[in-house]
């Protein structure tokens, strides 16, 4: 019998809905001080209109033995935080918590899989949520959430909203923007176009629901509308208030975060008639500077009622790129397709049936099976797997089994699906592992966590050839433990990143690992799926020799990324990964050799150590390796870099996460740093 299970709940339990909210409020270091007095009152009145009108609906865990609750999560329709005027249902979930000592048990997944099974049933094309913590975005990212087109602009650390100088391309005097207090004729023109023009259908009743919603808002939501004029005309309108739905982002819940929205943005540029004719270029850049206008315009207005943070959902890919400039990203928000089927994170989400030879094949080919078959550890290994009840261990090849021989925790949890028979064969893989003498659990860092305070000096390093390099291939031996030791997260990006990777997954692409270290990186890729011609590179040799023990490489190479990469080919890339160094690499040398060897349409994903990191309160977070001569870099330098580089910084999606991976303390006392890091995904210019 199973340690927990998940059931649905009613209305008898909302107050323990209620108090795991509070709860999970304070487990994130949140002060109770700011939780409004009456917040249990407001929120059980708002289950009880979200069950009459969004279907609300909770569900919790509870322990099999005692039948104590041990944990719960509340989802419905998402209300919105604008007008919901388009065909696509959105379920929406708020209120995750799982009690401490039953955490990292796979509780918090098992209630997640029943809010998204819940959502499908009622027909659900996606869902959104916004995470409350570093821990929970890892659960959502391996049930298939990701960053999409809600974006955020944090309003406590963005300076003023400036209007970038290349989008002025006409004289502009006659644009004005105002605010309004009866604007709702324009207001529903320009949401209707919105969706026309990024091809989404609208609800006929488009004009009723979008000016009731805005009654309420103006009672409610401190709503203001702004128009853009040019000659007398309206040619832009945009409408922003604040969020009034679930979670900790309701400012009558409490007092710490007060989000704003911006939706409805839009702008038509219409030029008299007897003016000199303009070409399509023109208008095109005058259109988003009347929008930029506008935004500006909301922006002051969120500063003005004290938000904390603004919100947009961006109906289109371009939409998203105009609010990118502006400083917006996904930060905390998520979201999950559910109007199709699941996408493969891993050779081994198979749905509980069978493995497929394309499959099959793959996995041959890139363990170099085909021509030397399994060794003699890889078939010890999979013979102690398959001896277990674990119902996929059973249904899987030889060769995927093989694949997850070296595998660490942290690559289990990333690859493996989020789901019960997931769950199983990542016991059965961690037992055969502990068995065979693979497992790895992080002890030898953590034994020595006092020693390695004391750190490096990178200037040190690198001012003598080959000191570097010779540093890590004394680290090469112990890399797996220092990475399992210090809780390194980014396998979890990689595997978010993948499931939207489409053609980069397929045989004919090719791709570079740099500063592959002993293989993590690219064995993370094959795990997830990817097929096609894989190079690594190193300056360590090293770690060079113990990534070819992973047989996850076509092609592996030495080479020191900051004298170049001469050689791989200019234009022959189609993605390039760099993760865990760009902080110890000279930024310019190497964006400059990515966007060489990268094909058209090629793209790189890589991490940076950020500097200037702040919490999701808000609040500095000190660079953690400043006394080992290593810093990040500032997001707006980050994108001034890649920029100058020749990659589209328009386009770029950066990620932020205030803890990467602990290193530890220059005071040598046993406690550790979190290391701030921003991920970027970013095609050529």
Known sequence: MSEYAVTAAGPEMDDVVVRNWREQWLSNNRPAGNIAGNQKDLMLAYIREARDKLQHMSFVARCSCTGTVIGSAACQLWSGPMPIVVTEKVGTVWGVFVQPKWRRKGVATLLMQSVIDYWQSIGCQRGVLLCASEEARRIYERLGFGAGHMLQLDLLTQPGPCLPTELVALPTERITVTAEANAEAHVCEHLRAVWREAGVPCLPDLEERTTAFIVRAKERLEYQAFLARDGGGVVGAASCHVWEGPGSNNSTWQSLIKLGVCWGLHAERR????????????????????????????????????????????SSASEAAFYRRYGFEPHNAMVINLSRSKSPISPMELGGARATKPLRSTVSKWMGAAANGLTTEEEAF????????????????SMELASLRLALPQMLEAALPATHAGKELRAAVVAAQRECGTFVNGSWYTSNIVRFGGGFDMKQL????????????????????????????????IASCARAAGELRGKEASILDVACGIGLPGHMLRLCGFQGHMSGTDLSAGMISRARERRVYDHLFIANANEGLAEVKSASLDLVLCVGAMELLDHRTVLSEFVRILRPGGKLWASFQWEGAVDEAGLAIASPTEHQNISGVMIPQLIDEIEAAGFDSKAAIIEKTTCAFYTPS???????????????????A
Do not use: H, M
């Open 666 to 684: 220059p005071r040598q006392d046993g406690t550790v740093l979190p290391v701030p890091y921003l991920y970027l995904q970013v095609g050529l």
């Open 382 to 397: 999979i013979a102690v797997v398959r001896a277990t009840s674990a119902e996929l261990a059973q249904r899987l090849s």
């Open 462 to 493: 690198t001012a003598q050839p080959g000191k570097l390099a010779a540093k890590f291939d004394r680290l090469a031996d112990k890399y797996d433990d220092w990475t399992v030791g210090n809780q390194c997260t980014y396998y979890g990006w």
């Open 271 to 314: 030029w008299p008639k007897n003016e000199v004719k303009v070409s399509k270029d023109q208008e095109k850049a005058s259109t988003i500077e009347v929008k930029a206008r506008l935004l500006e315009s909301v922006i002051d207005r969120w500063r003005t009622t004290s938000c904390t943070r603004g919100l947009v959902i961006a």
